[in-house]
Protein backbone atom coordinates (compact mmCIF):
# COMPACT_ATOMS: atom_id res chain seq x y z
CA UNK A 1 0.00 0.00 0.00
CA UNK A 2 1.20 3.62 -0.78
CA UNK A 3 2.00 5.60 2.42
CA UNK A 4 -0.18 8.68 2.93
CA UNK A 5 0.88 11.74 3.27
CA UNK A 6 0.13 14.92 5.44
CA UNK A 7 -0.53 17.81 4.40
CA UNK A 8 2.41 20.22 4.66
CA UNK A 9 -0.08 23.68 5.13
CA UNK A 10 -3.10 22.49 6.21
CA UNK A 11 -4.97 20.06 8.06
CA UNK A 12 -4.71 16.27 8.30
CA UNK A 13 -4.02 13.94 4.79
CA UNK A 14 -3.35 15.02 1.42
CA UNK A 15 -5.96 12.04 0.23
CA UNK A 16 -8.31 13.31 2.41
CA UNK A 17 -9.00 17.45 1.52
CA UNK A 18 -12.43 18.03 -0.21
CA UNK A 19 -12.52 18.22 -4.02
CA UNK A 20 -12.86 20.76 -6.23
CA UNK A 21 -16.91 20.07 -6.40
CA UNK A 22 -16.87 20.13 -2.27
CA UNK A 23 -15.17 23.23 -2.21
CA UNK A 24 -17.33 25.10 -4.99
CA UNK A 25 -20.50 23.72 -2.90
CA UNK A 26 -19.09 24.87 0.69
CA UNK A 27 -18.54 28.53 -0.95
CA UNK A 28 -21.64 28.59 -2.60
CA UNK A 29 -23.62 27.50 0.70
CA UNK A 30 -21.60 29.99 2.84
CA UNK A 31 -22.08 32.99 0.29
CA UNK A 32 -26.23 32.15 -0.10
CA UNK A 33 -25.97 32.14 3.93
CA UNK A 34 -24.68 35.40 4.76
CA UNK A 35 -25.94 37.17 1.08
CA UNK A 36 -22.38 37.67 -0.21
CA UNK A 37 -20.73 36.89 -3.53
CA UNK A 38 -17.05 35.32 -2.74
CA UNK A 39 -14.74 35.55 -5.41
CA UNK A 40 -13.52 31.98 -7.53
CA UNK A 41 -11.43 29.59 -5.12
CA UNK A 42 -7.78 29.91 -4.75
CA UNK A 43 -5.50 27.18 -6.01
CA UNK A 44 -3.74 25.18 -2.84
CA UNK A 45 -0.16 25.79 -3.22
CA UNK A 46 2.60 23.63 -3.94
CA UNK A 47 5.74 22.70 -2.17
CA UNK A 48 8.24 23.99 -5.16
CA UNK A 49 7.09 27.39 -5.00
CA UNK A 50 7.46 28.27 -1.24
CA UNK A 51 11.03 29.57 -0.84
CA UNK A 52 12.26 29.43 2.34
CA UNK A 53 15.39 31.85 4.24
CA UNK A 54 18.55 28.80 4.14
CA UNK A 55 19.52 26.66 7.01
CA UNK A 56 21.27 29.19 9.80
CA UNK A 57 23.01 26.34 11.46
CA UNK A 58 24.10 22.39 10.34
CA UNK A 59 23.30 19.47 12.42
CA UNK A 60 26.08 18.33 14.91
CA UNK A 61 28.04 15.79 13.22
CA UNK A 62 26.99 12.97 15.76
CA UNK A 63 23.50 14.13 14.79
CA UNK A 64 23.34 14.10 11.35
CA UNK A 65 21.95 10.86 10.73
CA UNK A 66 18.52 11.99 12.81
CA UNK A 67 17.85 15.47 11.08
CA UNK A 68 16.50 16.78 8.24
CA UNK A 69 16.87 20.33 6.47
CA UNK A 70 14.48 18.81 3.44
CA UNK A 71 11.88 21.74 2.89
CA UNK A 72 8.77 19.34 3.25
CA UNK A 73 10.14 18.88 6.92
CA UNK A 74 10.72 22.51 7.58
CA UNK A 75 7.93 23.65 6.38
CA UNK A 76 5.51 20.77 8.14
CA UNK A 77 6.97 21.58 11.30
CA UNK A 78 7.33 25.64 10.63
CA UNK A 79 3.60 25.94 12.28
CA UNK A 80 0.76 25.09 13.96
CA UNK A 81 -3.23 24.31 12.56
CA UNK A 82 -4.42 27.24 13.43
CA UNK A 83 -6.95 29.61 11.20
CA UNK A 84 -4.23 31.87 10.66
CA UNK A 85 -1.40 29.02 10.09
CA UNK A 86 -3.65 27.74 7.30
CA UNK A 87 -4.03 31.10 5.73
CA UNK A 88 -0.41 31.98 5.84
CA UNK A 89 0.01 27.85 5.12
CA UNK A 90 -2.11 28.77 2.01
CA UNK A 91 -0.64 31.79 0.59
CA UNK A 92 2.84 29.86 0.78
CA UNK A 93 4.03 31.93 3.67
CA UNK A 94 6.36 30.66 6.26
CA UNK A 95 8.19 32.86 7.60
CA UNK A 96 9.61 31.40 10.75
CA UNK A 97 10.37 27.43 9.59
CA UNK A 98 13.16 25.64 11.59
CA UNK A 99 16.10 25.36 10.67
CA UNK A 100 16.31 21.51 11.08
CA UNK A 101 14.12 18.98 11.80
CA UNK A 102 15.68 16.59 14.37
CA UNK A 103 14.20 12.97 14.76
CA UNK A 104 15.44 11.46 18.19
CA UNK A 105 14.91 7.58 17.85
CA UNK A 106 15.92 7.24 21.88
CA UNK A 107 15.78 9.10 25.44
CA UNK A 108 19.64 9.14 24.66
CA UNK A 109 19.04 11.56 21.13
CA UNK A 110 16.77 13.70 23.34
CA UNK A 111 19.02 14.42 25.86
CA UNK A 112 21.73 14.89 23.05
CA UNK A 113 19.84 17.33 21.03
CA UNK A 114 18.81 19.69 23.69
CA UNK A 115 22.88 19.48 24.95
CA UNK A 116 23.79 20.30 21.65
CA UNK A 117 21.49 23.23 21.65
CA UNK A 118 22.51 24.16 24.90
CA UNK A 119 26.06 24.30 23.80
CA UNK A 120 25.57 26.22 20.26
CA UNK A 121 22.70 28.91 21.55
CA UNK A 122 20.24 27.08 19.36
CA UNK A 123 16.18 26.89 20.30
CA UNK A 124 14.67 23.68 20.29
CA UNK A 125 11.21 23.50 20.38
CA UNK A 126 9.44 19.94 21.14
CA UNK A 127 7.00 18.52 18.71
CA UNK A 128 4.49 15.82 18.44
CA UNK A 129 2.06 16.11 15.24
CA UNK A 130 1.79 19.77 15.16
CA UNK A 131 -1.92 20.36 15.72
CA UNK A 132 -1.57 23.09 17.69
CA UNK A 133 -3.62 25.67 16.96
CA UNK A 134 -2.82 28.45 19.58
CA UNK A 135 0.75 29.30 17.95
CA UNK A 136 2.30 26.51 20.22
CA UNK A 137 4.82 25.30 17.76
CA UNK A 138 6.50 28.48 15.76
CA UNK A 139 9.54 30.01 17.01
CA UNK A 140 10.83 32.85 15.41
CA UNK A 141 14.51 32.37 16.64
CA UNK A 142 15.00 35.50 18.03
CA UNK A 143 18.22 36.07 19.48
CA UNK A 144 19.66 32.02 19.16
CA UNK A 145 21.99 31.02 16.70
CA UNK A 146 19.10 29.16 14.90
CA UNK A 147 16.11 26.96 16.02
CA UNK A 148 15.43 23.12 16.14
CA UNK A 149 12.03 21.55 15.86
CA UNK A 150 12.48 18.07 18.05
CA UNK A 151 9.89 15.85 16.52
CA UNK A 152 9.13 12.62 18.70
CA UNK A 153 7.19 10.39 16.75
CA UNK A 154 9.78 7.81 16.12
CA UNK A 155 9.28 7.26 20.21
CA UNK A 156 6.20 5.57 19.55
CA UNK A 157 5.85 2.07 21.61
CA UNK A 158 3.69 1.16 24.36
CA UNK A 159 6.64 -0.28 26.50
CA UNK A 160 4.82 -1.91 29.42
CA UNK A 161 1.26 -3.07 30.11
CA UNK A 162 0.26 -3.41 33.51
CA UNK A 163 -3.34 -5.11 33.64
CA UNK A 164 -3.58 -6.04 37.01
CA UNK A 165 -3.39 -2.47 37.80
CA UNK A 166 -4.60 -1.39 34.59
CA UNK A 167 -1.58 1.08 33.63
CA UNK A 168 0.73 1.01 30.54
CA UNK A 169 4.11 3.06 30.48
CA UNK A 170 4.22 4.66 26.63
CA UNK A 171 6.89 6.82 24.56
CA UNK A 172 5.33 10.00 24.53
CA UNK A 173 5.76 10.25 20.66
CA UNK A 174 3.06 7.51 20.07
CA UNK A 175 0.07 9.61 18.05
CA UNK A 176 -3.84 8.34 19.06
CA UNK A 177 -4.05 5.60 16.38
CA UNK A 178 -0.82 3.63 17.05
CA UNK A 179 -1.09 4.32 20.73
CA UNK A 180 -4.60 2.86 20.46
CA UNK A 181 -3.64 0.04 18.10
CA UNK A 182 -0.65 -1.54 21.02
CA UNK A 183 -3.74 -1.10 23.85
CA UNK A 184 -6.12 -3.16 21.70
CA UNK A 185 -4.62 -6.63 21.82
CA UNK A 186 -4.83 -6.21 25.53
CA UNK A 187 -8.51 -5.07 25.56
CA UNK A 188 -7.40 -1.69 27.00
CA UNK A 189 -7.59 1.95 25.86
CA UNK A 190 -6.63 5.47 27.02
CA UNK A 191 -10.12 6.52 26.15
CA UNK A 192 -9.04 10.30 25.26
CA UNK A 193 -9.68 10.96 22.06
CA UNK A 194 -9.44 14.86 21.10
CA UNK A 195 -10.50 16.06 17.76
CA UNK A 196 -6.77 16.18 17.12
CA UNK A 197 -6.83 12.18 17.94
CA UNK A 198 -5.55 10.95 14.12
CA UNK A 199 -2.78 13.87 14.40
CA UNK A 200 -1.56 14.18 18.02
CA UNK A 201 0.64 12.26 20.37
CA UNK A 202 0.70 11.45 24.01
CA UNK A 203 2.83 13.81 24.51
CA UNK A 204 1.31 17.09 22.97
CA UNK A 205 -1.61 16.19 24.86
CA UNK A 206 0.45 16.09 27.81
CA UNK A 207 2.74 18.97 27.33
CA UNK A 208 -0.97 20.90 26.21
CA UNK A 209 -3.46 19.63 29.16
CA UNK A 210 -5.34 18.13 26.30
CA UNK A 211 -9.00 17.84 26.54
CA UNK A 212 -10.81 14.63 25.16
CA UNK A 213 -13.74 13.83 23.31
CA UNK A 214 -15.66 12.69 26.99
CA UNK A 215 -17.43 14.86 28.31
CA UNK A 216 -17.59 14.15 32.14
CA UNK A 217 -15.75 13.01 35.02
CA UNK A 218 -12.17 12.40 32.79
CA UNK A 219 -11.96 15.42 30.71
CA UNK A 220 -8.67 16.06 30.80
CA UNK A 221 -5.67 13.87 29.77
CA UNK A 222 -4.23 14.97 33.63
CA UNK A 223 -6.71 12.50 35.26
CA UNK A 224 -4.78 10.07 33.53
CA UNK A 225 -0.97 10.27 34.25
CA UNK A 226 0.43 7.94 37.10
CA UNK A 227 3.77 9.74 36.59
CA UNK A 228 6.12 11.28 34.06
CA UNK A 229 9.58 11.37 32.84
CA UNK A 230 11.18 14.35 31.14
CA UNK A 231 14.30 15.25 30.07
CA UNK A 232 15.42 18.85 31.08
CA UNK A 233 18.90 20.65 30.16
CA UNK A 234 19.00 20.14 33.85
CA UNK A 235 18.56 16.72 33.72
CA UNK A 236 15.94 13.75 33.86
CA UNK A 237 13.00 14.13 36.25
CA UNK A 238 11.34 11.22 36.95
CA UNK A 239 8.26 10.99 39.40
CA UNK A 240 7.64 7.68 40.92
CA UNK A 241 4.57 5.57 39.78
CA UNK A 242 1.46 5.99 42.44
CA UNK A 243 -2.31 5.58 42.14
CA UNK A 244 -1.90 9.08 44.75
CA UNK A 245 0.20 10.92 46.90
CA UNK A 246 0.13 13.88 49.13
CA UNK A 247 3.68 13.90 49.20
CA UNK A 248 3.77 17.69 48.59
CA UNK A 249 3.15 19.51 45.82
CA UNK A 250 2.83 17.25 42.40
CA UNK A 251 5.66 17.48 40.42
CA UNK A 252 3.74 16.36 37.20
CA UNK A 253 1.90 19.02 37.61
CA UNK A 254 4.60 21.19 36.85
CA UNK A 255 5.24 19.62 33.53
CA UNK A 256 1.27 19.40 32.39
CA UNK A 257 0.60 22.42 30.41
CA UNK A 258 4.42 23.54 30.28
CA UNK A 259 4.11 23.38 26.30
CA UNK A 260 7.76 21.95 26.19
CA UNK A 261 9.38 25.15 27.84
CA UNK A 262 10.53 23.25 30.90
CA UNK A 263 11.47 20.29 29.19
CA UNK A 264 10.78 17.58 27.13
CA UNK A 265 8.11 14.49 27.77
CA UNK A 266 9.78 11.14 26.39
CA UNK A 267 7.40 8.39 28.30
CA UNK A 268 4.38 8.70 30.97
CA UNK A 269 2.83 5.68 32.90
CA UNK A 270 -0.61 6.14 31.81
CA UNK A 271 -4.38 5.06 33.35
CA UNK A 272 -6.18 2.59 31.09
CA UNK A 273 -9.82 1.48 31.21
CA UNK A 274 -11.39 -1.72 29.55
CA UNK A 275 -12.77 -0.73 26.38
CA UNK A 276 -16.54 -0.54 26.13
CA UNK A 277 -18.91 -2.48 24.80
CA UNK A 278 -22.21 -0.68 26.51
CA UNK A 279 -23.38 1.92 24.24
CA UNK A 280 -26.11 3.87 23.53
CA UNK A 281 -26.95 7.23 22.79
CA UNK A 282 -29.87 10.10 21.82
CA UNK A 283 -30.43 13.52 20.44
CA UNK A 284 -32.35 15.66 22.83
CA UNK A 285 -34.27 18.72 21.71
CA UNK A 286 -34.61 22.23 23.19
CA UNK A 287 -36.11 25.51 22.38
CA UNK A 288 -33.38 27.43 23.80
CA UNK A 289 -29.78 27.14 24.39
CA UNK A 290 -31.06 28.27 28.12
CA UNK A 291 -33.27 25.15 28.58
CA UNK A 292 -30.75 23.19 27.51
CA UNK A 293 -28.20 24.22 29.92
CA UNK A 294 -30.29 23.70 32.96
CA UNK A 295 -31.01 20.39 31.08
CA UNK A 296 -27.32 19.58 31.80
CA UNK A 297 -26.31 20.93 34.63
CA UNK A 298 -29.16 18.66 36.51
CA UNK A 299 -27.20 15.78 34.32
CA UNK A 300 -24.17 17.02 35.72
CA UNK A 301 -24.98 17.44 39.33
CA UNK A 302 -27.12 14.10 39.51
CA UNK A 303 -23.88 12.52 38.98
CA UNK A 304 -24.67 10.29 36.23
CA UNK A 305 -21.80 11.30 34.43
CA UNK A 306 -22.40 10.41 30.50
CA UNK A 307 -19.61 9.77 28.25
CA UNK A 308 -21.13 12.51 25.68
CA UNK A 309 -22.85 15.91 26.66
CA UNK A 310 -22.43 18.73 24.08
CA UNK A 311 -25.06 20.66 23.97
CA UNK A 312 -25.19 22.85 20.60
CA UNK A 313 -27.12 26.24 20.64
CA UNK A 314 -29.67 26.40 17.17
CA UNK A 315 -27.23 28.37 15.27
CA UNK A 316 -24.87 25.20 15.99
CA UNK A 317 -27.67 22.52 16.25
CA UNK A 318 -28.29 23.72 12.21
CA UNK A 319 -25.26 24.06 10.89
CA UNK A 320 -23.21 21.01 12.48
CA UNK A 321 -26.53 18.42 12.72
CA UNK A 322 -28.60 19.44 10.21
CA UNK A 323 -31.09 20.61 12.68
CA UNK A 324 -33.53 22.88 10.73
CA UNK A 325 -36.44 23.21 13.66
CA UNK A 326 -34.64 25.97 15.36
CA UNK A 327 -34.27 23.74 18.28
CA UNK A 328 -31.01 23.54 20.55
CA UNK A 329 -29.14 20.04 20.30
CA UNK A 330 -27.94 17.91 23.16
CA UNK A 331 -26.08 15.05 22.03
CA UNK A 332 -26.15 12.52 25.26
CA UNK A 333 -24.35 9.14 25.02
CA UNK A 334 -23.63 6.51 27.89
CA UNK A 335 -20.98 3.82 27.32
CA UNK A 336 -19.04 0.96 29.96
CA UNK A 337 -17.15 -1.88 29.51
CA UNK A 338 -18.82 -3.57 33.13
CA UNK A 339 -22.76 -2.78 32.65
CA UNK A 340 -25.55 -2.03 30.61
CA UNK A 341 -25.99 1.98 30.29
CA UNK A 342 -29.95 2.37 29.43
CA UNK A 343 -31.01 3.42 32.57
CA UNK A 344 -28.06 5.98 32.74
CA UNK A 345 -29.75 7.47 29.89
CA UNK A 346 -33.44 6.78 30.62
CA UNK A 347 -32.44 9.06 33.86
CA UNK A 348 -30.60 11.41 32.02
CA UNK A 349 -34.11 12.06 29.81
CA UNK A 350 -35.90 12.83 32.56
CA UNK A 351 -33.49 15.40 33.61
CA UNK A 352 -33.93 16.66 30.16
CA UNK A 353 -37.87 16.42 29.85
CA UNK A 354 -38.27 18.32 33.37
CA UNK A 355 -36.40 21.33 31.60
CA UNK A 356 -38.87 20.69 27.72
CA UNK A 357 -36.47 18.31 26.16
CA UNK A 358 -37.73 15.93 23.58
CA UNK A 359 -36.20 13.07 21.95
CA UNK A 360 -37.63 12.89 18.53
CA UNK A 361 -38.62 9.73 16.54
CA UNK A 362 -34.88 8.37 14.84
CA UNK A 363 -32.61 10.30 17.69
CA UNK A 364 -32.02 7.36 19.75
CA UNK A 365 -30.04 4.79 18.98
CA UNK A 366 -26.62 1.91 20.51
CA UNK A 367 -24.86 4.30 18.68
CA UNK A 368 -26.50 7.55 17.51
CA UNK A 369 -28.56 8.16 14.80
CA UNK A 370 -29.96 11.11 12.87
CA UNK A 371 -28.91 14.36 14.13
CA UNK A 372 -26.03 12.49 16.78
CA UNK A 373 -24.98 10.76 13.23
CA UNK A 374 -24.92 13.48 11.68
CA UNK A 375 -23.02 15.68 14.24
CA UNK A 376 -20.69 13.18 14.96
CA UNK A 377 -19.40 12.78 11.36
CA UNK A 378 -19.31 16.99 10.40
CA UNK A 379 -17.13 17.08 13.71
CA UNK A 380 -14.46 14.67 12.37
CA UNK A 381 -14.50 15.64 9.02
CA UNK A 382 -14.74 19.92 10.21
CA UNK A 383 -10.73 20.80 10.00
CA UNK A 384 -10.70 19.86 6.68
CA UNK A 385 -14.16 22.23 6.06
CA UNK A 386 -11.91 25.16 7.27
CA UNK A 387 -9.17 24.85 4.99
CA UNK A 388 -11.51 24.15 1.72
CA UNK A 389 -13.04 27.67 3.39
CA UNK A 390 -9.90 29.71 3.32
CA UNK A 391 -9.77 29.33 -0.37
CA UNK A 392 -12.78 31.81 -0.14
CA UNK A 393 -11.02 33.89 2.15
CA UNK A 394 -13.62 32.79 4.58
CA UNK A 395 -12.84 33.33 8.53
CA UNK A 396 -13.74 30.55 10.25
CA UNK A 397 -12.13 30.61 13.91
CA UNK A 398 -12.93 29.19 17.31
CA UNK A 399 -12.40 29.77 21.27
CA UNK A 400 -13.34 28.41 24.11
CA UNK A 401 -13.33 28.88 27.64
CA UNK A 402 -14.93 27.17 31.15
CA UNK A 403 -16.67 28.91 33.85
CA UNK A 404 -19.21 28.19 37.22
CA UNK A 405 -22.99 27.63 36.40
CA UNK A 406 -23.99 31.04 37.81
CA UNK A 407 -21.48 32.39 35.76
CA UNK A 408 -22.35 31.10 32.20
CA UNK A 409 -25.35 33.13 31.76
CA UNK A 410 -23.57 36.82 31.64
CA UNK A 411 -20.49 35.32 29.99
CA UNK A 412 -22.64 33.45 27.19
CA UNK A 413 -24.07 36.88 26.54
CA UNK A 414 -21.63 39.22 26.77
CA UNK A 415 -18.68 37.30 24.84
CA UNK A 416 -21.40 36.75 22.23
CA UNK A 417 -22.54 40.23 21.67
CA UNK A 418 -18.89 41.17 21.71
CA UNK A 419 -17.64 38.62 19.00
CA UNK A 420 -21.21 39.67 16.89
CA UNK A 421 -20.46 43.48 16.99
CA UNK A 422 -16.84 42.71 16.13
CA UNK A 423 -17.75 40.50 12.91
CA UNK A 424 -20.33 42.52 11.98
CA UNK A 425 -18.13 45.97 12.21
CA UNK A 426 -14.81 43.89 10.57
CA UNK A 427 -16.50 42.07 7.82
CA UNK A 428 -19.88 43.16 7.41
CA UNK A 429 -21.86 39.69 8.09
CA UNK A 430 -21.18 36.56 9.91
CA UNK A 431 -22.30 34.58 12.58
CA UNK A 432 -21.05 33.47 16.13
CA UNK A 433 -22.35 30.16 17.46
CA UNK A 434 -22.09 28.49 21.05
CA UNK A 435 -21.68 24.32 22.23
CA UNK A 436 -20.36 22.92 25.30
CA UNK A 437 -17.19 20.61 25.23
CA UNK A 438 -17.57 19.46 28.55
CA UNK A 439 -19.44 19.97 31.38
CA UNK A 440 -18.61 19.59 35.49
CA UNK A 441 -20.66 19.79 38.21
CA UNK A 442 -19.88 23.35 39.14
CA UNK A 443 -19.80 24.30 35.84
CA UNK A 444 -19.63 23.92 31.90
CA UNK A 445 -16.95 24.41 28.99
CA UNK A 446 -18.41 26.92 26.53
CA UNK A 447 -17.10 26.31 22.88
CA UNK A 448 -17.41 29.40 20.46
CA UNK A 449 -17.43 29.18 16.48
CA UNK A 450 -17.04 32.38 14.48
CA UNK A 451 -18.11 31.69 10.52
CA UNK A 452 -17.66 35.71 8.56
CA UNK A 453 -17.08 36.90 4.88
CA UNK A 454 -13.37 37.97 4.97
CA UNK A 455 -11.54 40.38 2.50
CA UNK A 456 -8.95 38.99 0.32
CA UNK A 457 -5.24 39.59 1.44
CA UNK A 458 -6.72 41.12 5.17
CA UNK A 459 -7.93 38.11 6.67
CA UNK A 460 -5.57 37.57 9.43
CA UNK A 461 -5.62 41.42 10.18
CA UNK A 462 -9.29 40.68 10.47
CA UNK A 463 -9.28 37.67 12.26
CA UNK A 464 -6.53 38.87 14.82
CA UNK A 465 -9.15 42.14 15.48
CA UNK A 466 -12.12 39.18 16.11
CA UNK A 467 -10.16 37.21 18.39
CA UNK A 468 -8.91 40.37 20.32
CA UNK A 469 -12.33 41.50 21.42
CA UNK A 470 -13.60 37.63 21.99
CA UNK A 471 -10.52 37.48 24.56
CA UNK A 472 -11.02 40.28 25.82
CA UNK A 473 -14.47 40.16 26.07
CA UNK A 474 -14.27 36.46 27.79
CA UNK A 475 -11.82 37.12 30.08
CA UNK A 476 -13.60 40.11 31.50
CA UNK A 477 -16.39 38.21 32.08
CA UNK A 478 -14.92 35.80 34.20
CA UNK A 479 -13.58 32.92 32.14
CA UNK A 480 -10.39 31.42 31.24
CA UNK A 481 -8.75 32.18 28.52
CA UNK A 482 -8.52 28.46 27.49
CA UNK A 483 -10.27 25.76 28.86
CA UNK A 484 -8.48 22.91 26.26
CA UNK A 485 -6.57 24.96 23.46
CA UNK A 486 -3.53 25.34 25.78
CA UNK A 487 -1.83 28.90 25.53
CA UNK A 488 0.56 28.99 23.07
CA UNK A 489 2.08 32.21 21.96
CA UNK A 490 -1.17 33.03 20.72
CA UNK A 491 -2.99 33.84 24.33
CA UNK A 492 0.15 34.91 25.93
CA UNK A 493 -1.29 38.72 26.73
CA UNK A 494 -4.62 37.15 28.50
CA UNK A 495 -2.46 34.23 30.22
CA UNK A 496 -0.07 36.48 31.78
CA UNK A 497 -3.10 38.38 33.14
CA UNK A 498 -4.99 35.60 34.13
CA UNK A 499 -2.39 33.78 36.20
CA UNK A 500 -1.64 35.32 39.50
CA UNK A 501 2.15 36.99 39.74
CA UNK A 502 3.28 35.07 42.29
CA UNK A 503 2.69 32.08 40.24
CA UNK A 504 4.11 34.03 37.58
CA UNK A 505 7.37 34.41 39.22
CA UNK A 506 7.88 30.35 40.36
CA UNK A 507 7.45 29.75 36.60
CA UNK A 508 10.33 31.85 35.93
CA UNK A 509 12.51 30.70 38.55
CA UNK A 510 11.42 27.26 37.89
CA UNK A 511 11.92 28.06 33.77
CA UNK A 512 16.14 29.37 35.20
CA UNK A 513 16.65 26.37 37.17
CA UNK A 514 15.64 23.52 34.73
CA UNK A 515 17.10 25.37 31.27
CA UNK A 516 19.08 27.88 32.55
CA UNK A 517 20.18 28.81 28.82
CA UNK A 518 16.52 29.53 27.44
CA UNK A 519 16.57 27.23 24.67
CA UNK A 520 13.30 25.37 25.23
CA UNK A 521 10.40 26.54 23.58
CA UNK A 522 10.64 29.99 23.53
CA UNK A 523 8.33 32.47 23.96
CA UNK A 524 5.35 29.76 25.54
CA UNK A 525 4.11 30.38 29.16
CA UNK A 526 7.21 32.19 30.60
Known sequence: MAERTRSWWGWGWEDEALGVEQVDRLGAAVARRFGVELGPARRPPRLEDVRLAPPRVRPHPALARLCSAEPYDRVGHAQGKSYRDVVRGYRGEFPHPPDIVAFPETEADVTAVLDWCTEAGIAAVPYGGGSSVVGGVECDGEGFAGVISVDLTRLDRVL????????????????????????????????????????????????????????????????????????????????????????????????????????????????????????????????????????????????????????????????????????????????????????????????????????????????????????????????????????????????????????????????????????????????????????????????????????PGAELTQWAEIKTAASEALLSAGGTITHHHAVGRDHRTWYDRQRPEPFAAVLRAGKAALDPAGILNPGVIV
Request: glycine fraction near 12%; proline fraction near 6%.
Open 160 to 455: EVDRVSRAARIQAGALGPTLEAQLRPHGLTLRHFPQSFEFSTLGGWLATRSGGHYATVYTHIDDFVECLRVVTPSGVCESRRLPGSGAGPSPDRLFLGSEGALGVITEAWMRLQDRPTFKVAAGVHFASLEAGASAVRAISQAALFPANCRLLDPGEAASAAAVTDGSALLVLGFESADHPVEAGLARALECCADHGGTVPAGERAADGGGAVGAWRDAFLRAPYGRDALVAFSVITETFETACTWDAFGDLHDTVRVATEEAVHRICGAGSVTCRFTHVYPDGPAPYFTVLAPGR
